[in-house]
C-alpha cells in the first residue's frame, strides 16, 4: 500500500466565506474553510462542469490548520426600495408598468424611457415569470415591491493552512499544478473572496498531523492571538483533521475527549461532497477531531508569495 501524501494550499486573502447552512436572507460562513468549498475550489482548478463525476476528489483526507484565524465580518445589505432608473427587465417582468413607462414618451422624442423614467419605491425581484394569457407580454408571477433586508458574513484577514490527504502523489500534483494554473476563477467560498498569492505549496509524504507539525506558520499568518502579542514559539494553533471512520456521537452533540494527543473533540459535519448540481450541490456526512498543534522546533519554512 502507498504511503500518504498531502498536499498544501494556502488560503488567504482580504476576505473569506465558507458557508454551511447560509440562505438567501442570510448567508453564514463557518469559521475556517469547508471541504466542500476547497474540493470545489480544486473541481474549478481542474476544469470540471456541474453535474460532472468528481472521482478520486472525493477520496482525499482533509485537514485545515487555522494559522490566522481571522474576524467575524457582517456585511449589511438593502436591496431595492427608493427611486430607481427604469431597467430594460422592468418592461418584460411588468406589461401595465412597461404600457404606463413607455406612454409618457412620444414617438420620435429622446431615448426611449431607460434611464430617465424613474420607478418611486418600487423593486422589481421577479419569481415565476411566464407569458400572460391575454396579451402574451412575459410577467411575474410574484413581484415584490418593498425593499429587501439581507446580510453576509465574512472571515477578514484570515489564513489557513489547508490538507488534503491521499496515497495517490500523482493525482496531488495534478491538483497543485491545476490550482497554479486554473481552467476557471477561483475564490474562497464566494465571488466576492479572491485569493491572493500562492495556493498550492507542495505534495510532501506523511499524514495531515504530522505535516501541520513538521510545517511552520504561514509568513503572512500574524503572531497575535487576542489583545497581545505572542512569541511564534508558544504558538500552538488550532488544526481540524478529518477521521477515516465515522466516530461515536450524534450531530448536535459532538463528544469530548481528554485523551492523549491534543484531542479535545470531534463531531460530524455535512459537506461531504457527492457531487456538484447547477442547482446545488448533494452532500454526505464526515467526521472530524480537533487539535492543539505543537509546530517543531526545526520546522520547515516557506518561500512563497503571500
Given at each position: 500500500?502507498?504511503?500518504?501524501?498531502?498536499?498544501?494550499?494556502?488560503?488567504?486573502?482580504?476576505?473569506?466565506?465558507?458557508?454551511?447552512?447560509?440562505?438567501?436572507?442570510?448567508?453564514?460562513?463557518?469559521?475556517?474553510?469547508?471541504?466542500?468549498?476547497?474540493?470545489?475550489?480544486?473541481?474549478?482548478?481542474?476544469?470540471?462542469s456541474r453535474g460532472e463525476s468528481l472521482g478520486a476528489l472525493t477520496e482525499v483526507l482533509f485537514g485545515v490548520r487555522a494559522d490566522r484565524p481571522g474576524t467575524p465580518l457582517r456585511d449589511y445589505h438593502t436591496v431595492g426600495g427608493g427611486r430607481f432608473p427604469l431597467r430594460p427587465r422592468d418592461l418584460l417582468t411588468d406589461h401595465q408598468r412597461a404600457a404606463k413607462a413607455t406612454a409618457e414618451v412620444p414617438d420620435g422624442e429622446g431615448q426611449g424611457p431607460f434611464g430617465r423614467a424613474e420607478l418611486d419605491a418600487w423593486y422589481g425581484s421577479p419569481k415565476y415569470v411566464a407569458a400572460d394569457p391575454v396579451s402574451g407580454a412575459l410577467v411575474s408571477g410574484e413581484v415584490r415591491r418593498h425593499a429587501l433586508i439581507t446580510e453576509r458574513w465574512y472571515l477578514a484577514d484570515a489564513v489557513f493552512l489547508v490538507g488534503l490527504e491521499h496515497s495517490d502523489a500523482v493525482f496531488?500534483?495534478?491538483?497543485?499544478?491545476?490550482?497554479?494554473?486554473?481552467?476557471?476563477?477561483?475564490?474562497?467560498?464566494?465571488?466576492?473572496?479572491?485569493?491572493?498569492?500562492?495556493?498550492?505549496?507542495?505534495?510532501?509524504?506523511?499524514?495531515?498531523?504530522?505535516?501541520?507539525?513538521?510545517?511552520?506558520?504561514?509568513?503572512?499568518?500574524?503572531?497575535?492571538?487576542?489583545?497581545?502579542?505572542?512569541?511564534?514559539?508558544?504558538?500552538?494553533?488550532?488544526?481540524?483533521?478529518?477521521?477515516?471512520?465515522?466516530?461515536?456521537?450524534?450531530?448536535?452533540?459532538?463528544?469530548?475527549?481528554?485523551?492523549?494527543?491534543?484531542?479535545?473533540?470531534?463531531?460530524?459535519?455535512?459537506?461531504?461532497?457527492?457531487?456538484?448540481d447547477a442547482d446545488g450541490g448533494v452532500h454526505s456526512l464526515r467526521w472530524e477531531t480537533r487539535h492543539r498543534i505543537t509546530i517543531a522546533p526545526n520546522a520547515r519554512g516557506w518561500d512563497i508569495i503571500p
Open positions: 500500500m502507498n504511503e500518504p501524501h498531502v498536499l498544501l494550499i494556502r488560503l488567504a486573502g482580504p476576505l473569506q466565506s465558507w458557508g454551511l447552512t447560509g440562505r438567501f436572507a442570510r448567508r453564514d460562513t463557518h469559521s475556517r474553510p469547508t471541504k466542500s468549498g476547497v474540493i470545489g475550489l480544486c473541481a474549478a482548478a481542474l476544469g470540471l496531488l500534483e495534478r491538483i497543485a499544478f491545476a490550482l497554479e494554473h486554473p481552467k476557471r476563477l477561483l475564490w474562497l467560498g464566494r465571488k466576492a473572496c479572491p485569493p491572493s498569492g500562492d495556493l498550492a505549496l507542495g505534495v510532501v509524504p506523511g499524514s495531515l498531523r504530522d505535516v501541520f507539525e513538521a510545517h511552520a506558520l504561514l509568513p503572512d499568518a500574524s503572531a497575535t492571538y487576542g489583545a497581545e502579542p505572542v512569541a511564534v514559539a508558544k504558538v500552538r494553533p488550532w488544526a481540524w483533521i478529518e477521521s477515516p471512520q465515522p466516530l461515536p456521537g450524534v450531530p448536535d452533540q459532538p463528544v469530548r475527549f481528554n485523551a492523549d494527543g491534543g484531542v479535545r473533540s470531534v463531531g460530524p459535519l455535512s459537506d461531504q461532497p457527492v457531487r456538484f
